[in-house]
T-cell receptor
Framework: DAGVIQSPRHEVTEMGQEVTLRCKPISGHDYLFWYRQTMMRGLELLIYFNNNVPIDDSGMPEDRFSAKMPNASFSTLKIQPSEPRDSAVYFC??????????????FGSGTQLSVL | GQNIDQPTEMTATEGAIVQINCTYQTSGFNGLFWYQQHAGEAPTFLSYNVLDGLEEKGRFSSFLSRSKGYSYLLLKELQMKDSASYLCAVSLGGKLIFGQGTELSVKP
């Protein structure tokens, strides 16, 4: 299996622009997670899906952030408009079943986002 | 709220043993995970504990005490390649909440 695939690997944009991050989870995995990692705040959960349905989006910073999962093999995280404080590494991860059942997360390589 | 605490940094010598502690106060608990993250890379799974006690896996072991809200990761026979960030994470049903991570530096 190719693992979790994220694109792009790096994104540099200007403040105010729209940014779209993409993720393809491991085939057959029921859960998909979006995390953001910064030095100050560590690895923060933004939102997670179960069977393409958003379950918990309490970590989404504000209305500028939105996430979708139109099918089992694709998810997007969109920031509109972007701000310099959004600069971070954004990770997508997937798991076969619930982490509460001991299922581990598999992470993608991440998208390094820089907003100038 | 959720609170997961780990030391920020630790230093150890090649060949030695190091213990990385993690304490947690969370609304719910369905198990505790440890992940390793090398600089510039994604986190990778190391261990999972849901019952009290020690889980051993080669050079790495992880311990859990649910009543104390405490876990540790024990790394034996340290190697230079063990220099990385070690993340403690608590499962709250469907989601995984991470601590800030402990940056471990292994010196020759």
């Amino acid at each position: 299996d190719a693992g979790v695939i994220q694109s792009p690997r790096h994104e540099v944009t200007e403040m105010g622009q729209e940014v779209t991050l993409r993720c393809k989870p491991i085939s057959g995995h029921d859960y998909l997670f979006w995390y953001r990692q910064t030095m100050m705040r560590g690895l923060e959960l933004l939102i997670y899906f179960n069977n393409n349905v958003p379950i918990d989006d309490s970590g989404m910073p504000e209305d500028r952030f939105s996430a979708k999962m139109p099918n089992a093999s694709f998810s997007t995280l969109k920031i509109q408009p972007s701000e310099p404080r959004d600069s971070a590494v954004y990770f997508c991860a997937s798991s076969l079943k619930r982490t509460g059942a001991g299922e581990k997360l598999f992470f993608g390589s991440g998208t390094q986002l820089s907003v100038l | 709220g959720q609170n997961i605490d780990q030391p920020t940094e630790m230093t150890a010598t090649e060949g030695a043993i190091v213990q990385i502690n993690c304490t947690y106060q969370t609304s719910g608990f369905n198990g505790l995970f440890w992940y390793q993250q090398h600089a510039g890379e994604a986190p990778t799974f190391l261990s999972y504990n849901v019952l009290d006690g020690l889980e051993e896996k080669g050079r790495f072991s992880s311990f859990l005490s649910r009543s104390k809200g405490y876990s540790y990761l024990l790394l034996k026979e340290l190697q230079m390649k063990d220099s990385a960030s070690y993340l403690c994470a608590v499962s709250l049903g469907g989601k995984l909440i991470f601590g800030q991570g402990t940056e471990l530096s292994v010196k020759p």
